[in-house]
Structure formats: C-alpha cells, structure tokens
C-alpha cells in the first residue's frame, strides 16, 4: 500500500512540475513573443488614415499624415472644376495620368472618385519638396494663364487642381493619389480602397 501511495504521490508531483514548467514557460516567452508585433505607432504609420470631411468648406483644403507624407483632401469648388474642363493641350505634361502614380479609379481628369472631392499626396515628384497651394486665378508671379493648383517654391514646378504637372517645369509626373474610399458621405478612409466602390 505505501508503495502503490509513493507512486500516486509521484505521478502528482511531475503533473503538477509539468504544468508549473510549461506555465513557466508560457510567462517566459510571452515578452519576447510580444516583441515581434509592430508597436502602436508602427501600426498607425502604414494604417489607413480616417479624414472627416463634413466641416470642410467648399475651397479649403485639409491636411493629414499617412505613412509618414502629407496628404491632402481639397473640397473644389465649381469654379475649380471649371478650370479643370478647359483645354489641356501642350500645358500638361500627363493630362491623362498615364505615366503618374494612382489608383485605376483617379486615372481620369479629376483624379478623384468624386469631383468636388481631390485627394493627393503633398510631396513634389521632383525632389520631394512640399509645393503650396495657389489657388488664386492669375496672380502676377504665376502669369495670366494661371488658373489655380500648387506651386512647389523649391524649383518651381507646377501643379493643376487634379495635381497634374505643368509641361517645361522639373516635376516629372502628377502628385500621387493614395488609395483610398469614401466611408459615408463625410468619411474618407486614406490608405485602404478596398470595399464598396464609392
């Protein structure tokens, strides 16, 4: 009988050792399992970006951070949209964003999924500058032909109300368009375009 309770008492204690050793283990390993996940900022730096448009007067432009660049959300006015339908001709280098950066839905004149609506990343393709927003109509340091967009003060390149870029000037495409979609009428989420094609 003592031996049959010695045996007993035996498988306890290396049941009990084998669940305190591998709870151990477990506490152990959890830092430096948790050391693998990307921090809070990394996860917000390459996440999508919500922007809230519902306060953004008609001409104002709002600007956010996504992945570490600028990004502007311009609410254009009809006036703007107008100088948008003129003739492109010679003015522009890629009237049609063939050769710039965006998604297949912004490959259009307005670059944008919605008209009023532009979105773009603020960084000249040249060397990275940020271009200004000009959105006055033939001031006297632009010329007469001048009919609004962004001017990067750096070397002088120019942008229209879609971000296309001006022929003769260094910038060698159009500002990017992130992905993005609308979330509501008010919402847009910058950085994920996946969902409903709004």
């Not at 999508?48 to 007067?57: A, F, G, N, R």
């Not at 006055?136 to 070397?155: I, N, S």
């Not at 390149?157 to 979609?181: C, E, H, I, M, Q």
Request: charged share 20%.
């Amino acid at each position: 009988m003592s031996d049959e309770a010695d045996l007993s008492r035996r498988h306890f204690l290396t049941v009990a050792t084998s669940i305190a050793g591998g709870l151990g283990v477990v506490l152990a390993a959890t830092p430096f399992v948790a050391s693998f996940k990307p921090s809070a900022r990394a996860q917000a730096m390459g996440g999508p970006v919500e922007v809230d448009i519902s306060k953004l007067e008609t001409g104002a432009m709002v600007r956010v951070v996504w992945r570490g660049k600028p990004v502007w959300v311009l609410r254009r006015t009809p006036d703007m949209l107008g100088a948008l339908e003129g003739p492109d001709g010679p003015a522009l280098r890629d009237p049609e964003s063939r050769e710039s950066e965006q998604p297949a839905y912004a490959q259009n004149a307005l670059r944008s999924r919605k008209p009023d609506i532009l979105v773009i990343v603020g960084v000249c393709t040249h060397l990275g500058c940020a271009p200004l927003e000009r959105f006055e109509v033939a001031p006297p340091d632009l010329g007469p032909e001048w009919q609004g967009g962004f001017f990067c003060p750096c070397h002088g390149s120019k942008f229209d109300l879609a971000g296309r870029v001006f022929a003769g000037v260094p910038a060698p495409t159009n500002l990017p368009v992130p992905p993005y979609r609308f979330v509501g009428d008010n919402l847009v989420l910058i950085g994920d375009d996946t969902g409903a094609p709004a």
